[in-house]
Each structure stands twice: as structure tokens, then as C-alpha cells.
């Protein structure tokens, strides 16, 4: 099994910076992908961000030029640096890895518990 912890979330005003945090652990042969989520109040999970094993990097419209995605191999954990944030950044954020548990494994997905942010003055 695979085990997705986030971390970082709080409150922040706006204008403010926040870097969020996705810790990978357990039965871990190679992570293809991470995807950082988020679900505003009463609307819809939407994409952010997301890294591939190759480093290939995309983001959110919403997100660019305000967001950077960056992991570290040695610690499995992915990164989430955001700035510049907006009250409308308010939203439950999820890490989302898509892993795989040996070399011969199906790659699946797994999910985060979730980390608020709020932004707020």
C-alpha cells in the first residue's frame, strides 16, 4: 500500500505565499505522476499542478506564473510552492500520485487526505 500525507495548508492573507507538501510512503517502486487537486467551497475538484517521473510540468491556467511544482526524489515528497494567493485560491488541496508498487505492477492512483487553505484578510 501507498500512503499520501499533505502538509502546509493554513491561513493566509492575501497577496500571501504558501508551499504545500506531499509525503509518499510505503510499497513504492516508481511514482509516474503527482497532481496537486484542489475543491473550492461548494464547487468541483480542479486540477493545479502536476510532475512526471521526466519532469514534465504542467499547471492551471489560474496557477501560472503564481505556482511552482518541484519534487524531491530522495524524500518522495512533491512541492507546491504558491504566491501572489487570491481569496478565490481558498480550497481543500489533494495530492494525487499515480505509483507503482513493483516494476511489474499496474500503476494506480492514489489520494491524499487533503490540506485547507484559506486566504483571507
Known amino acids: 500500500q501507498v500512503q499520501l500525507v499533505e502538509s502546509g495548508g493554513g491561513l493566509v492573507q492575501p497577496g500571501g505565499s504558501l508551499t504545500l507538501s506531499c509525503a509518499a510512503s510505503?510499497?513504492?517502486?516508481?511514482?509516474?505522476?503527482t497532481t496537486w487537486y484542489r475543491q473550492p467551497p461548494g464547487k468541483q475538484r480542479e486540477l493545479v499542478a502536476s510532475i512526471t517521473s521526466g519532469d514534465s510540468i504542467n499547471y492551471a491556467d489560474s496557477m501560472k506564473g503564481r505556482a511552482t511544482i518541484s519534487r524531491d526524489n530522495a524524500k518522495n515528497t512533491v512541492y507546491l510552492q504558491m504566491n501572489s494567493l487570491k481569496p478565490e485560491d481558498t480550497a481543500v488541496y489533494y495530492c494525487q500520485a499515480t505509483v507503482q508498487t513493483s516494476s511489474s505492477a499496474v500503476p494506480r492512483a492514489y489520494w491524499g487526505q487533503g490540506t485547507q487553505v484559506t486566504v483571507s484578510s
Open positions: 510505503g510499497s513504492i517502486f516508481k511514482i509516474l505522476v
